[in-house]
């Protein structure tokens, strides 16, 4: 018998109250029901969906549910296999919780589910679009919930691992909810990722370089780096509908002209350069 999206919602909530704060009092919170309310009376309440919504007003996003359905089908792909093998590796045996900040569409938190990762999992986005699809994919012992970084809605030290896999960082919201010897796990893109779409949309111009530096020279400053690995890899692109999710899922294509964005997929490329830093690391 299948159970309802909303049932599994507030089961974990039933199971786990501890682990959230309100987001408008920072008070512990209490489940009840399909909603988690604080002493203070601010009350959340679960969607069909099985979600909670934290935020106080609704944000616009670029994130559409296309791009987002577009990157979960290049991450069923493939496209982040090795990123997410070597997390899988880094992970603890025994998670407290691991929460994925800005998990998106929710396809990197599942895969690393399938690859053994143990423990309450919740996965939190600012786009209400991507959590709407997080909420449809098959993991267990998992929690979807619409949230801002800078005001997480978790409880002081609850968590023993964060994910900030490609999303910006709150590093003094993480050393917050992270427990004492907790680790945070940061993935950020190298000065070649994406390489091939950067150099056909901004040949000669400034974006057609990245760099990295100043992102990791921050991360040097407020954290110790515990392991660190890049990966460099090229990943092929079997068929014209992969290379249309690739630059559908890529914010690259924003910046692009419209006519430059045409041009590109009449021309579709047969592989992608990808270029990680993945860091360990434990906030000072």
């Known amino acids: 018998m299948t ?111 399938q690859r053994g990762l143990n423990g309450p999992k919740i996965g939190f986005d600012i786009s209400k679009d991507g959590i709407y699809l997080a909420s449809q994919q098959q993991v267990s012992d998992t929690f979807w919930c619409v949230a801002d970084l800078t005001n997480l809605p978790f409880a002081d030290h609850s968590t023993s691992t964060i994910l900030n896999i490609f999303s910006p960082s709150h590093y003094r919201e993480f050393a917050r909810v992270l427990t004492t010897d907790g680790t945070f796990i940061k993935v950020i893109p190298g000065p070649n990722y994406l390489h091939e779409l950067r150099q056909a949309f901004f040949n000669g111009d400034d974006k057609e370089n990245y760099s990295n530096e100043p992102v990791m020279q921050h991360l040097g400053e407020v954290a110790t780096i515990l392991k660190q690995q890049e990966l460099n890899y090229q990943f092929e692109l079997t068929n014209n509908e992969a290379f249309a999710d690739l630059l559908q899922m890529s914010p690259l294509e924003w910046q692009a002209p419209l006519e430059q964005v045409e041009a590109l997929k009449n021309n579709p490329f047969s592989h992608i350069s990808i270029n990680l830093q993945i860091v360990q690391c434990q906030l000072k």
């Open 3 to 113: 159970i309802k999206k909303i049932t599994q919602g507030a089961n974990f909530l039933a199971t786990y109250p501890q682990v959230f704060r309100c987001p408008i009092c920072h008070q512990a919170m209490t489940a009840e029901q399909t909603s988690l309310i604080c002493p203070d009376h601010h009350q959340f309440d679960l969607s069909k969906k099985g979600t909670l919504y934290f935020l106080q007003k609704q944000i616009k996003t670029e994130y559409t549910t296309e791009m987002l359905a577009a990157r979960g089908r290049m991450i069923q792909r493939g496209i982040f296999k090795p990123m997410l093998d070597l997390i899988s590796e880094w992970l603890p045996a025994d998670n407290q919780l691991t929460i994925d900040v800005g998990c998106g569409e929710g396809g990197l938190l599942t895969q690393l589910a």
